[in-house]
Each structure stands twice: as C-alpha cells, then as structure tokens.
C-alpha cells in the first residue's frame, strides 16, 4: 500500500512539473506571418522569424504584461546594402502592444524599450540630418515661400 501511494505522489507531481513547462514556458513555433497574426492577437506565446527586405527579425511573444502584450524583437541579420545598420544586429528591444491588435513592434517604437531601440532612433536622426543637409537648398526655398 505504501508503494502505490509514492507512484501516485510521483505521478502527480511530474503532472504539476509538465503543466508549469507547458503552461509558462513553452512557446509554439510560427511558420508564417498568419500564424504569428493570430498568435499576436490572443498574445499567445510565440516565436516568428520575419524575413524583412532589408532585415531579418525574430519576434517572441512573451505574453501578457498589464493591458499589453509584451513582444521581444531581435534584428539576427542586416541583409546586404544596409551597412549603416549592420551594428544593429543582435540587439533587441521589448514591445508593449496593445492587446488583440496585429502590428510589428518596430512599426512605433515609442511602445519598446532597450538598446535597439536606442540605436534604431540614433539611425534615424543621423539619416534625417544627412537627408537636411543634402537638401538644404531646396528646404531653404520652400521656407521662403512659406514667409
């Protein structure tokens, strides 16, 4: 009787043990962009590897987090032609979306945090001043029409 009773203490407990695994820490693999979708909207635990134009991102839903869904975005590869943004690879930044709604985390990037973040917006200043001053003439003239 003693025997049957430690099987069953076991048995319940490796049940807890895969429930806890299951429940918090696996997360299902999405092959393609709808799957992450509908994975996004209900802020399912996720992963998805987007193979961006100019970029290679992988996203993880992580879960909820408050009245968001919490969505980590890792650039694993600038793709060639974008050596300005070759530093960037390897670095991430958590992303707080609003739940059931389906958007990239890099599309408003005011909802993340992190070092990639940092950088994405140092990238776009530094475009925007180059943009300025390959341009200024023409800003210039359409500042006068303007006065």
């Avoid at 389906?102 to 994405?120: F, M, Q, V, Y």
Wanted: proline letters at 1%; glycine letters at 4%; aromatic letters at 8%.
């Amino acid at each position: 009787m003693e025997k049957k009773k430690w099987i069953i203490l076991a048995a319940v407990i490796l049940f807890g043990i895969l429930a806890i695994y299951f429940s918090f820490f696996l997360s299902k693999t999405c092959k393609d962009e709808a799957c992450f979708n509908k994975n996004l909207v209900s802020c399912t635990k996720s992963t998805y590897l987007n193979n961006a134009q100019d970029i290679i991102w992988l996203y993880t839903i992580q879960g909820k987090s408050q009245d968001s869904c919490l969505v980590n975005a890792k650039i694993l590869s600038v793709k060639e032609g974008k050596a300005s943004l070759s530093s960037l690879q390897g670095k991430d930044m958590d992303c707080y979306l609003p739940l059931k709604s389906i958007t990239r985390p890099e599309a408003d990037i005011e909802k993340c945090h992190g070092l990639l973040k940092e950088d994405l917006q140092s990238e776009i200043i530094k475009s925007m001043h180059a943009y300025i001053l390959k341009n200024l003439g023409q800003i210039k003239e359409e500042l006068t029409k303007i006065i």
